[in-house]
C-alpha cells in the first residue's frame, strides 16, 4: 500500500452539502426521490434513434445528454449499420463533451480499442501481442465492474463508449446498473456501507509485473469517490483475483450487500446487445458482458472509448 496514493484519494473536496454527502441527510432524500422518480421504466427509454452519430442532430444531441443526466446512460441506434469507421465513435464522443481518451497500452495507437476475439497475426511483435490474455480480447463472459478500475486517480475514467461495428453468433450481452442507483440501495440498508466503501483504502489492485517490470503500480483507494464538480464516481470489480479489499467487518458488509444488489432482479437494471451501428454512452456505470459465440459471418466487433470527462453538454 502505498501511502501518497491513500493522501491523493483522500484530499479529493468532499463535495459537502451535496447528496452524497452522508452528514447531508436532506440533500439525500430530495435527490433521490428525483433520482426514482426521473428514472426510465425500460431500456426501450434508453434508446435514442440518431441518424448519424458522427454529427448529431440538437434534438438527437439533447435526448442522449438527458438520458446521461437521469441514468448515467443511453443506447443510440443508428443507420451506420457495420462501417467501421473509427470516427464514430470519436466525433460522437466530442458532441458530448468526450475529449480526453484514456491511452491504453493495448488499445490501437489512437487510443480506441477495437474488443474482439484476439487473433494474433504472426511474428506480432508489440504489446498487442499479449491482448489475448486480457478477458475482454476473449470471448469469455466478464462479472460486473466499472472501467478503469485500477487506473491511477489522475487518469481516473468517468465516461464509456461502446460502439458495435458487428455482433458475435449468439450471446455478448450486457447487464447494465447505474452507479448511483448501487449507491442509494447500499446508503438505503446502511450509512455503513458507504462510509466504508468511501474509505481511501477500501481496495487495492495490486502492481502489474511484466517480465520483473512493474508495468502498473499497485492503486489503492475508494469505491466510492465524490468529483470536484460533486457527481459521485466508483470504481469496482466482482473479480476475486488481482484484489486485495480492506480486511475489516465493515468492508466485508458492504461488499456483501453490494453483491446482493448486484445478482437481484431489480427495474433498474438494463440487459441489452447491441447491434451493428449501435453503442452505448455512459458515464462509467456498473456494467457485465455475457460469453459470446463468434461465427464466420458473424464476428463481435465492438469500438470501446474510455475518456476522463463526463458525458455533459459542456
Ligand atoms: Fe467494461
Same mark, same amino acid.
Given at each position: 500500500?502505498?501511502? &501518497?496514493?491513500?493522501?491523493?484519494?483522500?484530499?479529493?473536496?468532499?463535495?459537502?452539502?451535496?447528496?452524497?454527502?452522508?452528514?447531508?441527510?436532506?440533500? +439525500?432524500?430530495?435527490?433521490?426521490?428525483?433520482?426514482?422518480?426521473?428514472? $426510465?421504466?425500460?431500456?426501450?427509454?434508453?434508446?435514442?434513434?440518431?441518424?448519424?452519430?458522427?454529427?448529431?442532430?440538437?434534438?438527437?444531441?439533447?435526448?442522449?445528454?438527458?438520458?446521461?443526466?437521469?441514468?448515467?446512460?443511453?443506447?443510440?441506434?443508428?443507420?451506420?449499420?457495420?462501417?467501421? #469507421?473509427?470516427?464514430?465513435?470519436?466525433?460522437?464522443?466530442?458532441?458530448?463533451?468526450?475529449?480526453?481518451?484514456?491511452?491504453?497500452?493495448?488499445?490501437? /495507437? /489512437?487510443?480506441?480499442?477495437?474488443?474482439?476475439?484476439?487473433?494474433?497475426?504472426?511474428? #506480432?511483435?508489440?504489446?498487442?501481442?499479449?491482448?489475448?490474455?486480457?478477458?475482454?480480447?476473449?470471448?469469455?463472459?466478464?462479472?460486473?465492474? @466499472?472501467?478503469?478500475? +485500477?487506473?491511477? $486517480?489522475?487518469?481516473?475514467?468517468?465516461?464509456?463508449?461502446?460502439?458495435?461495428?458487428?455482433?458475435?453468433?449468439?450471446?455478448?450481452?450486457?447487464?447494465?446498473? /447505474?452507479?448511483?442507483?448501487?449507491?442509494?440501495?447500499?446508503?438505503? !440498508?446502511?450509512?455503513?456501507?458507504?462510509?466504508?466503501?468511501?474509505? $481511501?483504502? *477500501?481496495?487495492?489492485?495490486?502492481?502489474?509485473?511484466?517480465?520483473?517490470?512493474? !508495468?502498473?503500480?499497485?492503486?489503492?483507494?475508494?469505491?466510492?469517490?465524490?468529483?470536484?464538480?460533486?457527481?459521485?464516481?466508483?470504481?469496482?470489480?466482482?473479480?476475486?483475483?488481482?484484489?486485495?479489499?480492506?480486511?475489516?467487518?465493515?468492508?466485508? *458488509?458492504?461488499?456483501?450487500?453490494?453483491?446482493?444488489?448486484?445478482?437481484?432482479?431489480?427495474?433498474?437494471?438494463?440487459?441489452?446487445?447491441?447491434? $451493428?451501428?449501435?453503442?452505448?454512452?455512459?458515464?462509467?456505470?456498473?456494467?457485465?458482458?455475457?460469453?459470446? @459465440? /463468434? &461465427?464466420?459471418?458473424?464476428?463481435?466487433?465492438?469500438?470501446?472509448?474510455?475518456?476522463?470527462?463526463?458525458? &455533459?453538454? *459542456?
Amino acid at each position: 500500500m502505498n501511502a &501518497s496514493m491513500i493522501a491523493s484519494a483522500a484530499a479529493r473536496p468532499a463535495a459537502s452539502g451535496g447528496p452524497f454527502d452522508l452528514a447531508a441527510e436532506a440533500a +439525500y432524500r430530495t435527490w433521490r426521490a428525483r433520482k426514482l422518480e426521473r428514472f $426510465p421504466r425500460s431500456l426501450g427509454e434508453l434508446v435514442v434513434e440518431v441518424r448519424d452519430p458522427r454529427a448529431l442532430t440538437p434534438a438527437e444531441r439533447a435526448a442522449i445528454l438527458d438520458r446521461c443526466t437521469r441514468t448515467n446512460m443511453a443506447v443510440y441506434a443508428s443507420g451506420c449499420g457495420a462501417d467501421p #469507421d473509427k470516427d464514430i465513435p470519436r466525433r460522437l464522443g466530442l458532441q458530448l463533451g468526450l475529449r480526453t481518451l484514456d491511452p491504453n497500452h493495448l488499445a490501437d /495507437d /489512437d487510443g480506441i480499442s477495437p474488443l474482439a476475439v484476439w487473433d494474433p497475426p504472426s511474428g #506480432d511483435d508489440s504489446p498487442k501481442k499479449t491482448r489475448g490474455e486480457f478477458i475482454p480480447y476473449t470471448n469469455r463472459g466478464i462479472g460486473w465492474h @466499472t472501467d478503469g478500475y +485500477y487506473n491511477r $486517480p489522475e487518469r481516473t475514467v468517468r465516461a464509456l463508449l461502446l460502439h458495435c461495428v458487428s455482433a458475435a453468433e449468439t450471446g455478448g450481452e450486457n447487464d447494465l446498473l /447505474d452507479h448511483e442507483i448501487a449507491y442509494l440501495r447500499l446508503r438505503d !440498508e446502511s450509512p455503513d456501507h458507504i462510509r466504508a466503501l468511501m474509505a $481511501p483504502d *477500501a481496495m487495492t489492485i495490486p502492481a502489474r509485473m511484466q517480465n520483473g517490470i512493474v !508495468e502498473r503500480a499497485a492503486q489503492t483507494g475508494p469505491v466510492f469517490s465524490i468529483d470536484a464538480d460533486g457527481h459521485l464516481h466508483m470504481r469496482y470489480t466482482a473479480r476475486t483475483v488481482s484484489i486485495e479489499w480492506k480486511r475489516d467487518a465493515a468492508t466485508a *458488509a458492504a461488499l456483501a450487500a453490494l453483491e446482493r444488489v448486484l445478482a437481484e432482479d431489480s427495474p433498474y437494471r438494463f440487459r441489452g446487445r447491441l447491434a $451493428p451501428g449501435m453503442g452505448l454512452v455512459c458515464n462509467n456505470v456498473l456494467h457485465t458482458r455475457t460469453p459470446f @459465440t /463468434d &461465427s464466420t459471418a458473424h464476428k463481435r466487433l465492438i469500438y470501446r472509448a474510455r475518456y476522463y470527462e463526463r458525458a &455533459s453538454g *459542456a
